[in-house]
T-cell receptor, first 114, second 113 residues
Framework: AQKITQTQPGMFVQEKEAVTLDCTYD???????LFWYKQPSSGEMIFLIY??????QNATEGRYSLNFQKARKSANLVISASQLGDSAMYFC???????????FGRGTQLTVWP | ETGVTQSPTHLIKTRGQQVTLRCSSQ?????VSWYQQALGQGPQFIFQ???????GRGNFPPRFSGLQFPNYSSELNVNALELDDSALYLC????????????FGPGTRLTVL
């Protein structure tokens, strides 16, 4: 079974500080991918970053990095130098052998304050 | 490059009615997936269409059906609407049938009264 767990319903961070959003996963697939999406109040899901299960290096995209610990089955998102515009819901998602299907966690609401 | 678009933006229906939601995939993408996102939840996979064929389905009843057209745009049809069908419906396109990076549209917010 595929499962994503996000244990932080809400996180608060001051502008310009770094923040880590937690994500753990469960899968029996050997090959899989982990995704992070940002969802502002408008509703659109914005792709942030992707990590493949065979990637040896942690993925980075600008201010976003993914702390991938395969043995612990965790894929935490690190946002450096937070900005007010980062305030949104963040979802971790797992893609595996089930074609095209992404399994999402329940999300973490991030609030960045000045 | 045109992104994923969805229509309508908002929709209000009554229980028992039928609804059709539309999605235009991103240029060059041949795969469309549909997700339902209830309030306070993560998106749940409904089904995927790859080259006009249904290519995987989540735990949704048959009254949820879809189509994909030769231009890779897609429709989601829901018959006999129930109150629990109230949700944000998201369409995502990707360049292949596997778990590639999926690009989401802005969603259609459906309210069933």
């Amino acid at each position: 079974a595929q499962k994503i767990t996000q244990t932080q319903p809400g996180m608060f961070v001051q502008e310009k500080e770094a923040v880590t959003l937690d994500c753990t996963y469960d899968t029996s697939d050997q090959s899989y991918g982990l995704f992070w999406y940002k969802q502002p109040s408008s509703g659109e899901m914005i792709f942030l970053i992707y990590q493949g299960s065979y990637d040896e290096q942690n993925a980075t995209e600008g201010r976003y990095s993914l702390n991938f610990q395969k043995a612990r089955k965790s894929a935490n998102l690190v946002i450096s130098a937070s900005q007010l515009g980062d305030s949104a819901m963040y979802f971790c998602a797992l893609g595996g052998s089930t074609l095209g299907r992404l399994y999402f966690g329940r999300g973490t609401q991030l609030t960045v304050w000045p | 490059e045109t992104g994923v678009t969805q229509s309508p933006t908002h929709l209000i229906k009554t229980r028992g009615q039928q609804v059709t939601l539309r999605c235009s995939s991103q240029s060059g993408h041949n795969t469309v997936s549909w997700y339902q996102q209830a309030l306070g939840q993560g998106p749940q996979f409904i089904f995927q269409y790859y080259r006009e064929e249904e290519n995987g389905r989540g735990n949704f009843p048959p009254r949820f059906s879809g189509l994909q057209f030769p231009n890779y745009s897609s429709e989601l049809n829901v018959n006999a609407l129930e109150l629990d069908d109230s949700a944000l419906y998201l369409c995502a396109s990707s360049p292949g049938e596997f778990y590639n990076e999926q690009f989401f549209g802005p969603g259609t917010r459906l309210t069933v009264l």
